[in-house]
């Protein structure tokens, strides 16, 4: 396989982003989110500088229950059930159906404010209100998008290379699949129930591949590159596997010792400039 690059290289080409456009927000995610409930967030719309809001937020709920549904998106929750502890008492409310009393979806939206933003003070079209709250929790998701652009960039280039490949084996299924099992090798980690993002097959090994990258800093760092030096050791003991552990980004540069202890004791391991000058080309 191909020569892992000396450290002070490995560390010189850490990439600042692996995000592209589609990074930052899902716009089609947002809007399909909010149109989905247009007529409800119109009907919610007709209540803002209301003379007679309680009495009127009753009967639009009477009228058409299924505008509770629009009531959590109000709170940037995106769950049909909300939960309060207030005095001691567990108070739980549903917003999927008309669950509970009128007097009790009011006092929700009375204690939790949401009531100021009819006032027409503050508030004067909940469709913009709510785009504005999706486009903020599809922000969220960014880190998952992160884990997703480094899983298809490594998938990119193993698919470059013709090389056999299937994405995310667990221990279980590649016992079934090869009949190497990799359960009893655990020495501080439970491989039972391990699952490899990548695992190639050549016609001597099959290399497990994990991912990930880090634009910042932070101890889940070390403690992951603790645990990858870990399962590495576990896993020397299977002649027929390779541990390769692909990485990247400049969160690398603050973790001091934890990521060259990891250089120091991982054979195979390999960040995003690696796979563009060939990795995975000349496999054993």
């Not at 990119?156 to 056999?164: A, E, M, R, T």
């Not at 020397?236 to 552990?245: D, H, I, T």
């Amino acid at each position: 396989m191909h020569k892992k690059r000396d450290f002070k290289d490995i560390m010189g080409n850490l990439k600042l982003t692996i995000s592209d456009y589609s990074f930052f927000t899902n716009f089609s995610k947002v809007f399909d989110r909010v149109f989905k409930f247009s007529n409800e967030i119109n009907e919610l719309n007709e209540l803002i500088g209301s003379q007679n809001f309680e009495n009127d937020f009753k009967q639009t709920i009477i009228n058409n229950p299924e505008v509770l549904k629009v009531i959590p998106m109000l709170l940037a929750k995106r769950d049909d059930q909300v939960v309060v502890y207030s005095d001691g008492i567990l108070h739980k409310y549903r917003f999927d159906m008309l669950y509970n009393t009128l007097d009790e979806y009011l006092d929700f939206i009375k204690k939790t404010g949401i009531v100021d933003l009819f006032s027409g003070k503050t508030v004067e079209n909940f469709y913009d209100y709510l785009l504005g709250i999706e486009a903020g929790l599809d922000s969220n998701a960014r880190k998952n998008r992160g884990g997703v652009a480094m899983s298809n960039i490594v998938e990119y280039y193993i698919q470059q290379s013709g090389q056999i490949y299937f994405k995310e084996l667990s221990t279980k299924h590649i016992l079934s699949k090869f009949g190497i099992d990799l359960s009893g090798k655990s020495k501080g980690n439970n491989h039972a129930l391990k699952r490899f993002d990548f695992v190639v097959q050549t016609s001597k090994f099959l290399y497990l591949i994990e991912t990930n990258f880090y634009s910042s800093g932070g101890s889940k760092l070390n403690e992951t590159a603790r645990s990858y030096r870990q399962l590495n050791q576990d896993l020397k003991e299977v002649e027929e596997v390779k541990f390769v552990w692909i990485t990247d980004g400049i969160g690398w540069e603050t973790t001091g010792d934890g990521f060259r202890e990891a250089y120091d004791s991982i054979d195979y391991l390999y960040t995003i400039y690696d796979l563009e000058v060939g990795l995975f080309e000349n496999l054993d």
